[in-house]
């Protein structure tokens, strides 16, 4: 029985996260992005229910939320604060250590706010959800692979961290072409990666770095953290 409930509670949520919300920012990018205000509250929205269902027995608790809400807040104040260096920044990397230390769900919540909250100092736009979807897929993505055992070494957690800072430039990339591209050819779309090329590898090297420099005793104190407070279980 309680296999069948956490076959269904994880069919739900790769669903929600995997084919509703891209499907949400294509269709919302067609419509000449109107709506993304609306569209970035939905994708909180969406991204606390996947959160909220893994308490499955109980009701998280205050503390559980705080350590959230921390993390989110410090991956978007590591964005603000390296902003003179462009896409050289800590966000995705506390993003992934939020993802390892408490789970998909949670690493999903991280992204997602992190992205919607140091937007209020560089500004909104329809960039936003999408933003929101790569962070957010990024914390996601780290926590399955985590629970799958991919993630339990440092090689691999910095290799994923490359691999992400790419990612993420290249969804954001879908974005612009998507929405300013006209009409969509092969020679505009290889353009528009190799432009992005250099920011996109400033900002995998980037999240290396902070993960070789602060995964390890971030995870440390966030272990000690989990279980002291009997967090996220």
Do not use: H
Request: aromatic share 14%; net charge positive; proline share 5%.
């Amino acid at each position: 029985m309680q296999d069948k409930r956490l076959g269904k509670y994880t069919k739900a949520v790769r669903i929600m996260l995997i084919i509703l919300l891209p499907l949400l920012l294509v269709l919302s990018t067609f419509s000449g992005d109107k709506n993304y205000g609306l569209l970035s509250v939905v994708f909180v929205i969406l991204a606390m229910v996947p959160f909220f269902l893994r308490f499955e027995k109980r009701r998280p608790e205050a503390r559980e939320l705080v350590v959230i809400a921390v993390m989110a807040a410090l991956a978007a104040l590591g964005r603000v604060a390296f902003a003179p260096i462009p896409n050289f920044k800590p966000t995705s990397a506390i993003i992934i250590i939020t993802a390892l230390a408490f789970g998909p769900e949670a690493g999903f919540l991280t992204g997602a706010i992190a992205a919607i909250a140091s937007n209020i100092f560089f500004g909104q736009g329809p960039w936003t959800p999408w933003q929101m979807f790569c962070w957010g897929m990024i914390g996601f993505v780290a926590g399955i692979l985590r629970n799958a055992g991919f993630l339990k070494g440092r090689l691999s957690v910095s290799i994923f961290g490359l691999l992400s800072g790419f990612a993420f430039g290249w969804v954001m990339n879908l974005w612009f072409i998507i929405g300013f591209i006209n009409p969509i050819t092969w020679q505009a779309i290889i353009a528009t990666y190799l432009s992005s090329f250099w920011l996109d590898f400033t900002n995998a090297v980037s999240t290396l770095i902070f993960l070789l420099v602060l995964a390890k005793p971030w995870l440390k104190k966030l272990d000690r953290i989990k279980v002291k407070f009997g967090l996220m279980e």
